[in-house]
């Protein structure tokens, strides 16, 4: 398991900094791990078979940099199809948006590109994405000698998504929502790529809603749970 510290322990690591609210989406198809990943985040837990998120689940967490504090407001929206519409609800006036794709489904990367060319498109022209690639717990090494395209269970390189992310000006991460690999690391770079004329404590430019900031899952009843997909994932 991951040594990720808790919010009040990041909070504490810098008291005198000040705090500024972020506003982030996740995005990507069903099942790549978006839920996984903001629970090892928020949490530092995973659950296996997660059930899949309905219409979006929103949670909070905080990261210190050396000069302020981020205050994380995280919207984790449904890969369903059947949600994409309720996407832009979401990613409207967000300064960031991590886009998550499964590195053993090749598929996940193509919807991934096109979430990051909407984005790009109808977002806050100043958002920052970062492209996560996760689920590499999933993938066993190649053998010595070997080149990466000898893994196991892979079906996209490393090199190949790395290019697209800096063609389109991306920051690019692998991770592991399971064992903690790279998840940190996305948030931490993401604060501190965040523009400074957003550094400002604004709370109605970051939620749509009055929502509570519990750091638990509120799921947005936009679909009725009975409406769930049959299955599980770690979505």
């Known amino acids: 398991m991951s040594n990720s510290p808790s919010s009040d322990s990041i909070s504490a690591l810098n008291p005198n900094a000040k705090t500024t609210q972020v506003k982030l989406v996740l995005l990507g198809e069903a099942a790549v791990g978006k839920s996984s990943l903001v629970m090892r985040f928020v949490n530092d837990d995973f659950q296996e078979n997660k059930e899949p998120t309905i219409g979006a ?22 890969g369903q199809e059947r949600f994409h519409s309720l996407a832009p609800m979401y990613y409207r006036n967000a300064q ?20 990051v060319k909407e984005l790009q498109r109808q977002a806050n022209p100043n958002i920052v994405i970062a492209l996560a690639g996760n689920k590499v717990d999933l993938v066993q090494p190649a053998g010595e000698g070997e080149d990466e395209s000898m ?9 190949e998504a790395k290019a697209y992310s800096n063609e389109t000006g991306l920051l690019f991460f692998e991770t592991s929502a399971k064992k903690g690999d790279g998840v940190r690391d996305i948030f931490k770079e993401i604060a501190k790529k965040i523009p400074l004329e957003h550094h400002i404590s604004n709370r109605s430019s970051t939620r749509p809603g009055p929502h509570s900031q519990a750091r638990e899952i509120n799921l947005m ?7 769930r997909d049959g299955g599980s994932c770690n979505c």
Do not use: H, M
């Open 221 to 227: 009843q936009q679909g009725s749970p009975t409406n």
């Open 151 to 159: 893994e196991n269970g892979r079906q996209v390189p490393t090199e």
């Open 57 to 78: 689940a929103f949670l909070t967490q905080k990261i210190a940099l050396e000069d302020k504090t981020i205050k994380f407001e995280i919207w984790d929206t449904a």
């Open 96 to 115: 960031a948006a991590v886009v998550v794709y499964d590195v053993t489904k090749a598929a996940s990367l193509d919807k991934a590109k096109s979430w």
